[in-house]
């Protein structure tokens, strides 16, 4: 049995892996800025995964409250701040700030490398993506391999969750490369091992 998905946020990243995860034939229900319908939808879930821009964590960790719990809860979040820097880094990560403020959920940092046009199939110009997956449970971590490849990702451990400091400058990189730097939002990562 697959588990069940609550994606917090429906723009472009939960809407995106919304398709993705059904099309690989997972049970999924998302919700916007809806305080009411975001706890009964996380409390619905399995997993969750948590999509909404970065000053918007504080609140969607408010209105999830303990449904949480025991669950494994993926942050897709790029740590920004409004004007695109990067908001925490080096010594913290936004993960790891998270896993601190739901210590009963099993934080694990994914997609957040990756531009949400490429979220529903897992792949660029026909190559997989790797999907970098950090987290202290082994067990939430694995689930989260087996979502992403099922999506189409070439799925990669990468480490404890304090790679998340990684993995949100990279994915700060990945913004620079695509926006400011213009190369646009066709490319991705691909880790050759
Ligand atoms: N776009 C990308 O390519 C990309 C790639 C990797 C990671 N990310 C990260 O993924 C996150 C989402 O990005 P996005 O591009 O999908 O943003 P987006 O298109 O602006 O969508 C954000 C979603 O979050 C919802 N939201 C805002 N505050 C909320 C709250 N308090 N509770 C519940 N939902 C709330 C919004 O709801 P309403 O629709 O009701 O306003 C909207 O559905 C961001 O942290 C971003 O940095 C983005």
Redesign the pocket.
């Known amino acids: 049995m697959k588990p069940k998905i609550a994606i917090?946020?429906?723009?472009?990243?939960?809407s995106a892996l919304q398709r993705g995860l059904e099309a690989a034939k997972y049970e999924v229900k998302s919700?916007?800025?809806?305080p009411a319908r975001?706890r009964e939808t996380a409390a619905w879930g399995e997993i969750i995964i948590l999509?909404?821009?970065?000053p918007?964590v504080d609140?969607?960790i408010r209105?999830m409250g303990d449904a949480v719990r025991g669950k494994t809860l993926i942050d897709?979040?790029?740590v920004?701040t409004p004007d695109y820097q990067l908001a925490l880094g080096f010594t913290t990560s936004g993960a790891e700030e998270l896993q601190k403020k739901v210590p009963s959920a099993k934080v694990v940092k994914a997609?957040?490398t990756?531009?949400?046009?490429h979220m529903a199939t897992g792949q660029a110009k026909g190559t997989a993506l790797t999907l970098f997956a950090a987290g202290n449970d082994k067990e939430a971590k694995a689930k989260i391999l087996n979502l992403g490849r099922d999506i189409g990702f070439d799925a990669l451990d990468a480490g404890p969750l304090m790679n998340a400091r990684w993995l949100e400058t990279l994915?700060y990189f990945n913004i620079q490369l695509g926006y400011t730097l213009g190369m646009g939002?066709k490319l991705g990562f691909k880790l050759i091992r």
């Open positions: 917090i946020g429906k723009g472009n990243v939960g919700v916007g800025k809806d975001v999509a909404v821009p970065y918007a609140d969607a209105e897709a979040t790029n920004l997609f957040n990756i531009f949400a046009e994915g939002t």
